[in-house]
């Protein structure tokens, strides 16, 4: 079997499952959003996801996206990008640029940043807070409990519409645990959009809620 012909399989495969897991969970007519998780993958696999139909991508890191995609996007114009990997300050002019999607904004610094940058080029991709659910002190993200505070900055003083929450749960625990919290973080902070759930457990994730899920080794094979 070809390349081509392993990742259309496996994103159909995906694909059900994701419908599978909807369904189990009352949400039959709200398919999540399957994001292609693309770091570290070659052109022949990248064009494979592409050519099965896959839309939307999902990069970890701003200058691999664009050696990615910056000679794709013209050939591809219903194409998403989500950032998904931690953003430093100093690539936040080139992440406005190129993504349609920030998922990861964790701290005031960074969020003043886009909003100035949101601001000098007229484009506004659309924003996640990331959460550290697991209050991991390795971890990105903001600590539950000081969510308020600093959703209240980014809608109030930074004018920035923040869409919906991403969380990566820890590795040693059970990942609904922290879907589930998630899922109640949104809700208490009127947000409806969650970024949640891996190859190893999306299928979790759609039942508590997930809005779209975040899958690479699934759909493309294991990592060289």
Request: charged share 35%; no cysteine; aromatic share 0%.
């Given at each position: 079997m070809s390349i081509a012909e392993?990742?259309?399989?496996?994103?159909?495969?995906?694909?059900?499952?994701?419908d599978e897991a909807a369904q189990a969970a009352g949400?039959?007519?709200?398919?999540?959003?399957?994001?292609?998780?693309?770091?570290?993958?070659?052109?022949?696999?990248?064009?494979?996801?592409?050519a099965a139909g896959q839309r939307v991508f999902g990069e970890n890191r701003v200058q691999e996206a664009q050696q990615h995609w910056q000679?794709?996007?013209?050939?591809?114009?219903?194409?998403?990008?989500?950032?998904?990997?931690?953003?430093q300050t100093n690539k936040a002019a080139y992440a406005v640029a190129l993504f349609d999607v920030i998922e990861t904004v964790d701290r005031e610094?960074?969020?003043?940043?886009?909003?100035?940058?949101?601001a000098r080029q007229q484009r506004s991709p659309r924003l996640y807070i990331q959460i550290n659910t697991g209050e991991e002190t390795q971890k990105s993200g903001v600590l539950p409990a000081d969510l308020p505070a600093f959703l209240n900055l980014c809608r109030g003083e930074l004018d920035l519409q923040?869409?919906?929450?991403?969380c990566i749960p820890p590795v040693e625990e059970p990942a609904g645990l922290h879907f589930a919290l998630l899922a109640k973080l949104a809700r208490e902070n009127?947000?409806?959009r969650l970024s949640m759930g891996m190859s190893s457990d999306y299928e979790i994730a759609v039942q508590l809620g997930a809005s779209s899920v975040r899958v690479g080794t699934a759909l493309f094979g294991a990592r060289d």
């Open positions: 392993d990742i259309s399989q496996n994103r159909t495969a995906i694909l059900n499952r994701i949400r039959s007519d709200d398919r999540p959003t399957l994001v292609a998780v693309s770091k570290r993958q070659d052109a022949t696999r990248i064009d494979a996801a592409l000679g794709r996007r013209e050939d591809v114009p219903d194409l998403e990008l989500r950032l998904i990997g931690p953003l610094k960074l969020a003043r940043k886009l909003a100035d940058e949101m923040i869409e919906g929450l991403m009127g947000l409806n």
